[in-house]
């Protein structure tokens, strides 16, 4: 959610901010902008919309300067207009703010009566205003900055640029990223390493509680005690060609169709398949003394999440708990010192389930965490560390992360059946053999793309549709009616197959599109009963199955989505495709924005 970049440079900056904000357009906004200081005079411009917006704003009225910090919003407090679009001035003070300031109603009375006025309805602009006071008070910058930090509740990633001062900026997190750029001669604050790609390739990541003070020529660190302190810095390897569509229409589509590569990279980190052997790339823990797992995720990472219970349990007898990160701290889980707790995040920053493994660890849980972002807070913070190689996603909705997700899960449940004696060394050779087939068997469902769109038009018009699974095909009616609720913005539901009967099975009329995620096997007789219910009912069934499982049940369906034939263990990767397709190509057909879909942000560090 929401974009920070700032730059201390030697040239111009203002286009190359505006470049560092597309390349952030990935994380979710509804308005930007942009402030630079030339002459000891701010600045600024804001525009509500879209980044094309700003671009013409800037082509009407160019600005100079040669340091200056720019924002993508995603609205948390007031609307998404352009009097809450950031930067917020206040005095000799601008800032950017990505997070909730919880306290900010308090602060803001404080201020009101202190004669501050306010010129949005923001959280941020606060922050402005209590740096502002404590300039006027006689402080320095850093010290402002310093003395407020502490006053603050919530979680944040800032930077505060000021009227006379032509060569300082400082940065500041507390729950939402902020990462250093080191250049020759001038130095850069930014969401992300993506962000900063074009500029530097070194940085540090700040810490939890850190501010850093930034100069054209030097950086300096303190911690949350105010405490000088080094943070060592990396090659990113993050490149601006990453975030390229190429030939594609959209980064969904592109992201969906890198699949089988990403998958295959992902697998290579966890299979040994010259002996049959599955090993984690992090070994310090002792897999064998695991007796409970719990697991907790948001949205798609959650649905994963569900996937890897089946697994778990069907392989090494373990009792898995999962849990939606947001809900977690709230009812009290009873946790046993010890245990295996499991977080499952794409970009290892989601606040809730941040705050979720926090709470775990200080209830004595051993902390595992499934990240594509190795450098991330969630990743430094875990005592195990699955991470996925699936690479930089920059669709909102997620597809090649959730499938790395699955590939690692799946490598994990089978190493920790291994090491619980549940597994023998020939049914663990037996999994490998099926892993390694899944990247061939997702370049095979990925054949059927045409297929695909061509009935979009089928589930575009409605108003509902309905998804079925049984086993862990549910967990994937599940995220297929949220990708389609993403990016479509057409109501739909996931249910388990057997549940219809229970309730749901009232919404079907012939306007009501249900798509079943039935592949042959054990649950495909009771899956096709289901199905033969919703079709008595006079429900549209798309049904996605293998051939075998066509030419058994196919005549009640409207149209059928040929899936190759897949082990049960790699099926829910494999089927993952045929969803993440058809609401692509729905959302394609109805012309709404597909990569970034409204009121939705790639990376939610707010609780």
């Given at each position: 959610?929401?974009?920070i970049?700032a730059?201390?440079?030697?040239?111009p900056?203002?286009?190359?901010?505006?470049d560092?904000?597309?390349?952030?357009?990935?994380?979710?906004?509804?308005?930007?902008?942009?402030?630079?200081?030339?002459?000891e005079?701010?600045?600024?411009?804001r525009?509500?919309?879209?980044?094309?917006?700003?671009?013409?704003?800037?082509?009407?009225?160019?600005?100079?300067?040669?340091?200056?910090?720019?924002?993508?919003?995603?609205?948390t407090?007031?609307?998404?207009?352009?009097k809450?679009?950031?930067?917020?001035?206040?005095?000799?003070?601008?800032?950017i703010h990505?997070?909730?300031?919880?306290?900010?109603?308090?602060?803001?009375?404080?201020?009101?009566?202190?004669?501050?006025?306010?010129?949005?309805?923001?959280?941020?602009?606060?922050?402005?205003?209590?740096?502002?006071?404590?300039?006027?008070?006689?402080?320095?910058?850093?010290?402002?900055?310093a003395?407020?930090?502490?006053?603050?509740?919530g979680?944040?990633?800032?930077a505060?640029?000021?009227?006379?001062?032509?060569?300082?900026?400082i940065?500041?997190?507390?729950?939402?990223?902020?990462t250093i750029?080191?250049?020759?001669?001038e130095?850069?604050?930014?969401?992300?390493?993506?962000?900063?790609?074009?500029?530097?390739?070194?940085?540090?990541?700040?810490?939890?509680?850190?501010?850093a003070?930034?100069?054209?020529?030097?950086?300096?660190?303190?911690?949350?005690?105010?405490?000088?302190?080094?943070r060592?810095?990396v090659?990113?390897?993050?490149?601006?060609s990453?975030?390229?569509k190429?030939?594609?229409?959209?980064?969904?589509?592109?992201?969906?169709?890198?699949?089988p590569?990403?998958?295959?990279?992902?697998?290579?980190?966890?299979?040994?398949?010259?002996?049959?052997?599955?090993?984690?790339?992090d070994?310090?823990?002792?897999?064998?003394?695991?007796?409970?797992?719990?697991?907790?995720?948001?949205?798609?990472?959650f649905?994963?999440?569900?996937?890897?219970?089946?697994?778990?349990?069907?392989?090494?007898?373990?009792?898995?708990?999962i849990?939606?990160?947001?809900?977690?701290?709230?009812?009290?889980?009873?946790?046993v010192?010890?245990?295996?707790?499991?977080?499952?995040?794409?970009?290892?920053?989601?606040?809730?389930?941040?705050?979720?493994?926090?709470?775990a660890?200080?209830?004595?849980?051993?902390?595992?965490?499934?990240?594509?972002?190795?450098?991330?807070t969630?990743?430094?913070?875990?005592?195990l560390?699955?991470?996925?190689?699936?690479?930089?996603?920059?669709?909102?909705?997620?597809?090649?992360?959730?499938?790395c997700?699955?590939?690692?899960?799946?490598?994990?449940?089978?190493?920790?059946?291994?090491?619980?004696?549940?597994?023998?060394?020939?049914?663990?050779?037996?999994?490998?053999?099926?892993?390694?087939?899944?990247?061939?068997?997702?370049?095979?469902a990925?054949?059927?793309d045409?297929?695909i769109?061509s009935?979009?038009h089928?589930?575009?018009?409605?108003?509902?549709v309905?998804?079925?699974?049984?086993?862990?095909?549910?967990?994937?009616?599940?995220?297929?009616?949220?990708?389609?609720?993403?990016?479509?913005?057409?109501?739909?539901?996931?249910?388990?197959?057997?549940?219809?009967?229970?309730?749901?099975?009232?919404?079907?009329d012939?306007?009501?599109?249900v798509?079943?995620?039935?592949?042959?096997?054990p649950?495909f007789?009771?899956?096709?009963?289901?199905?033969?219910?919703?079709?008595?009912?006079?429900?549209?069934?798309?049904?996605?199955s293998?051939?075998?499982?066509?030419?058994e049940?196919?005549?009640?369906?409207?149209?059928?989505?040929?899936?190759?034939?897949?082990?049960?263990?790699?099926?829910?990767?494999?089927?993952?495709?045929?969803?993440?397709l058809?609401?692509?190509?729905?959302?394609?057909?109805?012309?709404?924005?597909?990569?970034?879909?409204?009121?939705?942000?790639?990376s939610?560090?707010?609780?």
């Amino acid at each position: 959610m929401c974009g920070i970049v700032a730059i201390v440079g030697k040239s111009p900056v203002a286009d190359r901010l505006f470049d560092g904000l597309k390349r952030l357009e990935y994380r979710g906004y509804d308005s930007a902008g942009i402030c630079t200081l030339k002459d000891e005079d701010f600045q600024r411009r804001r525009a509500e919309g879209k980044l094309g917006n700003l671009e013409q704003l800037l082509e009407e009225q160019p600005m100079q300067g040669e340091i200056g910090i720019a924002h993508t919003r995603w609205a948390t407090h007031g609307a998404p207009v352009e009097k809450n679009a950031h930067p917020h001035i206040a005095g000799n003070v601008a800032i950017i703010h990505n997070g909730i300031i919880e306290n900010f109603k308090s602060l803001r009375e404080e201020l009101v009566a202190d004669g501050h006025e306010m010129q949005s309805d923001t959280d941020s602009e606060v922050v402005a205003h209590l740096v502002s006071r404590e300039l006027e008070g006689g402080a320095s910058p850093k010290d402002a900055v310093a003395a407020i930090l502490s006053r603050l509740h919530g979680a944040f990633a800032m930077a505060f640029l000021f009227r006379d001062h032509d060569d300082l900026v400082i940065g500041a997190r507390r729950g939402s990223p902020l990462t250093i750029g080191y250049g020759e001669g001038e130095n850069y604050l930014g969401s992300d390493a993506i962000a900063l790609a074009p500029w530097t390739q070194r940085i540090a990541y700040l810490d939890e509680g850190d501010w850093a003070v930034l100069t054209r020529e030097t950086v300096q660190i303190y911690d949350a005690d105010n405490q000088p302190v080094e943070r060592e810095i990396v090659e990113s390897g993050a490149s601006a060609s990453a975030v390229e569509k190429g030939n594609y229409r959209h980064y969904m589509q592109k992201e969906i169709f890198e699949q089988p590569i990403v998958l295959a990279q992902t697998l290579q980190s966890y299979l040994r398949p010259y002996d049959g052997e599955i090993s984690l790339p992090d070994n310090r823990l002792e897999l064998s003394t695991i007796n409970r797992v719990t697991i907790v995720a948001c949205g798609t990472s959650f649905y994963a999440g569900m996937v890897a219970k089946y697994w778990i349990e069907r392989f090494a007898r373990v009792p898995v708990d999962i849990d939606v990160a947001s809900e977690f701290r709230y009812r009290d889980p009873i946790l046993v010192q010890g245990e295996l707790s499991l977080f499952i995040s794409q970009s290892g920053e989601t606040a809730d389930t941040l705050a979720a493994l926090r709470h775990a660890k200080e209830c004595g849980q051993v902390i595992a965490a499934v990240i594509n972002v190795p450098t991330s807070t969630m990743a430094r913070e875990a005592d195990l560390l699955l991470p996925t190689h699936a690479g930089p996603e920059i669709g909102v909705a997620s597809t090649k992360a959730f499938t790395c997700q699955l590939a690692v899960l799946a490598a994990f449940a089978a190493r920790l059946a291994r090491a619980k004696g549940m597994l023998s060394a020939e049914e663990e050779a037996e999994i490998v053999e099926h892993l390694q087939e899944a990247p061939e068997a997702m370049q095979q469902a990925l054949d059927h793309d045409d297929d695909i769109a061509s009935m979009a038009h089928l589930v575009s018009p409605a108003r509902d549709v309905l998804y079925l699974g049984r086993g862990p095909d549910y967990p994937l009616a599940l995220e297929g009616a949220l990708k389609l609720k993403e990016i479509s913005y057409i109501h739909a539901e996931g249910y388990a197959a057997g549940e219809m009967k229970h309730g749901p099975i009232a919404l079907i009329d012939d306007q009501v599109p249900v798509i079943c995620l039935a592949p042959s096997g054990p649950y495909f007789d009771k899956t096709v009963s289901n199905m033969q219910e919703v079709a008595a009912r006079g429900g549209k069934i798309i049904l996605i199955s293998d051939s075998e499982g066509i030419d058994e049940a196919g005549d009640d369906a409207i149209a059928t989505i040929e899936m190759p034939k897949a082990h049960p263990l790699i099926q829910p990767i494999v089927y993952a495709v045929p969803v993440q397709l058809l609401a692509y190509h729905v959302a394609v057909a109805k012309g709404t924005d597909v990569d970034q879909p409204r009121n939705l942000a790639k990376s939610v560090t707010v609780e």
